[in-house]
């Protein structure tokens, strides 16, 4: 599986983008997939989580009723839609994908990682 992550880009605080992970490659409807983000001089840090078949979504605390993370697997794609954004949102967004993801927020559990797409929120 090949991921390639796209939609990020500069949103003034309290704006919203939509990010996207295109997979290539078969059985991507049996994987889980989950989001990371690394800010610069930080830790890379979990973002949100979906199970394989989108019934099932968990998020950071941080980004809680902010962001919505989805899927559509006629499309071999997932999304993160980022809304009310602060500027300590600013990152490198990454999307991964992973077949046994037993503990949704260790990114070592996750087999396949796109390249990452950076958002820049302005105050």
């Known amino acids: 599986v090949q991921l390639q992550a796209s939609g990020g880009g500069l949103v003034q605080a309290g704006g919203s983008l939509r990010l996207s992970c295109a997979a290539s490659g078969d059985h991507f409807s049996s994987y889980a997939m989950g989001w990371f983000r690394q800010a610069p001089g930080k830790e890379r840090e979990f973002v949100a989580h979906i199970n394989w078949s989108g019934s099932s979504t968990d998020y950071a605390d941080s980004v809680k009723g902010r962001f919505s993370i989805s899927r559509d697997n006629t499309k071999n794609t997932g999304y993160l839609q980022l809304s009310r954004l602060k500027p300590e949102d600013t990152a490198v967004y990454y999307c991964?994908?992973?077949?046994?993801?037993?503990?949704?927020?260790?990114?070592?559990?996750?087999?396949?990682w796109g390249q990452g797409t950076k958002v820049t929120v302005s105050s």
């Open positions: 991964a994908a992973g077949y046994y993801v037993h503990t949704m927020t260790a990114g070592n559990e996750y087999d396949y």
